[in-house]
């Protein structure tokens, strides 16, 4: 009997297999295969001189902002209006420094009076100790009474003085004749202190930030001319090294170069990237993969390619990127040189989807 258990048992398994087996085979994708165009990246070191990206900014820009909290009861400028130097920008609610002031003023009027007072009394002492009617002892208490109500005169005058300070940072106003370029507050704001609430620049006038990497600064100097290429409009300028940062300890381990650009009719904006060329020939040179940018799937902050196995289906390459060339980006891993990816697809595709290529 126990036997006969033992050899029911062993027959369901072969069953259950053999039933896991034609399931397996009734799921095999029979899909069709998505045609697909694959090219080859290319690896490029044609120009034997240094080229860096870098950023447009105006020369003459500042982000305003307050040392005193309250409510901004005023803010009659916009993004691209035009202002004047001294043109207000922002008002901030001042009622408790006007209160301020007010006792500041007192103060002021009370200390002068104790001043022109003690004064006097100091003067009339002096006569009368040089005809010997009054002690030193007298004298010397009316100095220092003197000198006590001048300092309390002095003190209240400093005290205007900071209040009067304050004021500035109640109205805003521009520092200099430009363009509004950013406006972070309206009325019935609250304004805190160190908070940008608008932001100016001057137009016309426009230079280059650049990052130079430690082994090529050693050969950038100030007034060395380069070539600055607006890669958004296919233009190039021309332009002179105006700085060179002496330290990369708060960039990363690279250089801040400013470049000014002259003047030119290209419509330059501030916050264009830009590629800079120095004439200076690259100390280390290296062959950049590059593909183009229309070909990468964006996912978040992640950028990847699709490729194809040796199985002939998609596989979704995850690729860290470098610089941008006009239409084509560096690859700095992810992809090797020489290596197929997919450019364009008759289909939707994924990882593993089958694909035939054209």
């Known amino acids: 009997m126990k036997n006969i258990y033992i050899i029911s048992i062993l027959l369901l398994t072969v069953l259950l297999t053999s039933c896991a087996n034609d399931e397996t085979k009734s799921v095999t994708d029979n899909s069709p295969a998505i045609p697909v165009t694959v090219s080859q990246t290319f690896t490029n070191d044609t120009s034997p001189f240094l080229a860096v990206s870098g950023k447009i900014q105006a020369t003459n820009s500042a982000n305003l902002s307050t040392r005193m909290m309250g409510f901004v009861t005023n803010a009659p400028v916009n993004v691209g209006d035009n202002v004047r130097k001294g043109q207000l920008l922002v008002a901030i609610n001042n009622t408790d420094l006007r209160a301020k002031r007010a006792q500041v003023n007192a103060s002021i009027t009370e200390a002068t009076a104790a001043f022109n007072n003690a004064q006097k009394d100091y003067n009339r002492f002096q006569n009368l ?109 021309n332009g002179n090294v105006s700085e060179v940062s002496p330290s990369a300890q708060q960039t990363g381990g690279q250089y801040l170069v400013k470049i000014e650009l002259d003047d030119t009719k290209v419509n330059v904006l501030s916050g264009m990237y830009v590629s800079v060329q120095f004439p200076i020939e690259r100390t280390v040179k290296t062959n950049m993969v590059l593909i183009p940018t229309a070909v990468l799937i964006h996912n978040g902050q992640l950028s990847g390619v699709y490729t194809v196995s040796q199985s002939n289906t998609a596989i979704l390459r995850w690729l860290r990127l470098g610089r941008t060339y006009g239409d084509q980006v560096e690859v700095l891993s992810g992809l090797n040189a020489n290596e197929n990816y997919i450019v364009t697809a008759k289909g939707k595709l994924f990882n593993g989807a089958k694909v035939s290529i054209q």
Do not use: C, H, W
Not at 220 to 235: A, C, L, P, Q, W
């Open 129 to 237: 100790f040089a005809d010997a009617s009054a002690s030193q002892k007298e004298l010397d208490d009316m100095t220092a009474n003197f000198e006590m109500a001048k300092a309390r005169l002095e003190a209240a005058k400093q005290m205007q003085n900071e209040v009067n300070a304050q004021f500035a940072y109640t109205n805003i106003r521009s520092p200099f004749d430009g363009v509004v370029t950013g406006k972070m507050v309206k009325t019935g704001d609250m304004a805190n202190p160190g908070v940008p609430l608008i932001s100016v620049e001057s137009p016309g006038k426009f230079e280059v930030i650049a990052m130079v990497p430690e082994t090529e600064i050693s050969k950038i100097t100030t007034g060395t001319e380069v070539k600055v290429n607006v890669k958004s409009m296919g233009e190039t300028i």
